[in-house]
């Protein structure tokens, strides 16, 4: 507006702002019905899919057992309220509000190698040994 009243054409404030022409024209008519507060945004956003009290329901099953998959929960959505979320992040932002880790584990080293391990345990009783000795020399 401040652009419009120090006399700039439309078509300048266009380039200027990478605006429409016609987003040019609603502020100024909003901003001389209603002021600046005229000019303030009104988008409140989208509304979630699941409604309070079956987002409440959702963390409660969740909050049922210590570990889940992500195909259960997207299952249940899906299934039982309809929803599929375009995001696997919103299914990772319901096992957070429940209190539950979706991070993947595992209960072994994938890339663990025995052998390697055992050569490494070997060379630390060794060089153990070889303290131990030394210790043994200086006192």
């Known amino acids: 507006m401040k652009l419009v009243y120090q006399g700039y054409k439309y078509e300048e404030i266009q380039t200027i702002l990478d605006v429409s022409l016609g987003s040019i024209t609603s502020w100024k008519q909003s901003y001389k019905e209603y002021g600046i507060s005229g000019l303030r945004l009104n988008h409140k ?76 345990k070997k060379q630390i009783e060794t060089l153990l040994a070889v303290v131990s000795q030394f210790l043994i020399l200086i006192r």
Do not use: M
């Open 45 to 120: 956003g989208r509304k979630g899919y699941l409604s309070d009290e079956q987002l409440q329901e959702v963390l409660s099953w969740l909050q049922t057992k210590d570990t889940w998959e992500l195909g259960e929960l997207e299952y249940k959505l899906a299934f039982e309220y309809e929803v599929i979320y375009e995001s696997k992040r919103s299914y990772y932002d319901l096992f957070d509000a429940a209190g539950i880790s979706w991070k993947k584990t595992t209960s072994l080293n994938p890339k663990a190698d025995p052998e390697a391990v055992a050569a490494k």
